[in-house]
């Protein structure tokens, strides 16, 4: 019997991920017997302010609990089933099966460099023979959001009239700049790559990044919690009366107060204000791990292997040792985006 599993603490935004030590209670979670109880005793365990947990077994109905405080320090309540939570960089793998499932429509290929699929945008020319499956599997070595300036960014974000123009100005300001120096052999593996694909499907459909994810994702898989918008803004996390961002410090987990920023608007499609409820998160898993069973319900087989696959021997350094990229078979591969 193989359980299909998700799992989220509310507790994220760790700038000391190296000070949580696992409790010395952890072999009795063994034998539990009610979810709810689980959930509350590693919370407790953990000291941490909420625990949201749910799982899955073939043949039987998803079951989740949650527990502890919206806030550690405040009023706000106790977490309820369908608040939302981050899923940070699990928000790549909803990018990924996006355009996955454009490529099983045939709007592009995993093989379909930059210069193509984005013509408009002038580029160094190191950038034009990167295909979308290497942006997908972090095989681009772009460079990353703090090679902007402060100033750079506030004037991208003054002249943008909404969340794709913001993404176009940044993917047009990133593909102006040399490439960081690597040594041979070396990668990096930066959330541009996420953010370049994200505006490519905006670009080739004319959609924008929440309505496809929307569309192709959410709706398929009736996340009906999906959420793409910065934190602390209405509704999200961080929002008044909504789940509050903990940081783990020196003594214990205290809420984290972030300002809203477009930052997470250019950075959405690299998971920056994703959030859905546990239940909806693994809905996700469910779906994914179901395809890769060869249930496959919105994605090809194929692709949902594909989709979420992060490394693979068959996908080159574009900037390896000079070399150019190697191209990867592809079952729909059209040499221009439609």
């Known amino acids: 019997m193989?359980?299909?599993?998700?799992?989220?603490?509310?507790?994220?935004?760790?700038p000391q991920p190296g000070s949580f030590q696992a409790a010395p209670q952890a072999q009795k979670y063994a034998d539990w017997k009610a979810i709810d109880d689980l959930a509350e005793a590693i919370r407790k365990d953990y000291k941490l302010p909420a625990l949201a947990i749910a799982y899955q077994k073939i043949g039987e109905k998803p079951s989740a609990a949650v527990a502890g405080l919206r806030s550690s320090q405040n009023n706000s309540g106790p977490v309820e089933d369908d608040d939302r939570l981050l899923v940070c960089q699990i928000g790549q793998s909803m990018t990924a099966t996006m355009i996955a499932h454009l490529i099983d429509e045939q709007k592009f290929g995993w093989n379909t460099t930059l210069a193509q699929a984005l013509p408009e945008i002038p580029m160094l020319d190191?950038?034009?023979?990167?295909t979308i499956e290497q942006l997908l599997r972090h095989k681009a070595e772009l460079p990353q959001i703090d090679r902007f300036s402060q100033d750079q960014l506030k004037a991208m974000i003054a002249k943008a009239k909404n969340a794709t123009a913001l993404r176009k100005a940044y993917v047009t300001?990133?593909?102006?700049?040399?490439?960081?120096p690597l040594a041979e052999g070396q990668t990096?593996?930066?959330?541009?790559?996420?953010?370049?694909?994200?505006?490519?499907?905006?670009?080739?459909?004319?959609?924008?990044?929440d309505s496809l994810m929307q569309r192709h994702v959410f709706n398929p898989m009736k996340m009906s919690t999906a959420l793409i918008s910065p934190v602390g803004s209405m509704g999200q996390v961080g929002g008044?009366?909504?789940?509050?961002?903990?940081?783990?410090?020196?003594?214990?987990?205290?809420?984290?107060?972030?300002p809203v920023t477009d930052i997470d608007s250019i950075m959405a499609?690299?998971?920056?204000?994703?959030?859905?409820?546990?239940?909806?998160?693994?809905?996700?898993?469910?779906?994914?791990?179901?395809?890769?069973?060869?249930?496959?319900?919105?994605?090809?087989?194929?692709?949902?292997?594909?989709?979420i696959k992060r490394?693979?021997?068959?996908?080159?350094?574009?900037?390896?040792?000079?070399?150019?990229?190697?191209?990867?078979?592809?079952?729909?591969?059209?040499?221009t985006p439609k």
Do not use: W
Request: a neutral charge; charged letters at 15%; aromatic letters at 8%.
């Open 2 to 14: 193989l359980p299909l599993v998700a799992l989220l603490t509310l507790s994220g935004f760790h």
């Open 126 to 130: 190191v950038y034009k023979s990167i």
């Open 173 to 180: 300001a990133l593909l102006s700049m040399e490439p960081a």
């Open 188 to 209: 990096v593996s930066t959330n541009s790559e996420y953010v370049i694909v994200g505006y490519i499907a905006e670009a080739v459909i004319h959609q924008s990044f």
């Open 240 to 258: 008044n009366n909504e789940v509050v961002p903990h940081v783990l410090g020196d003594f214990g987990y205290a809420p984290y107060v972030m």
């Open 269 to 307: 499609p690299a998971g920056a204000g994703v959030s859905c409820s546990i239940s909806d998160l693994l809905k996700f898993a469910v779906f994914h791990l179901k395809g890769i069973q060869g249930d496959a319900q919105i994605l090809s087989p194929a692709s949902y292997k594909r989709a």
């Open 311 to 335: 490394q693979s021997d068959g996908a080159s350094n574009p900037r390896q040792a000079g070399r150019s990229p190697k191209r990867l078979p592809a079952p729909m591969e059209p040499s």
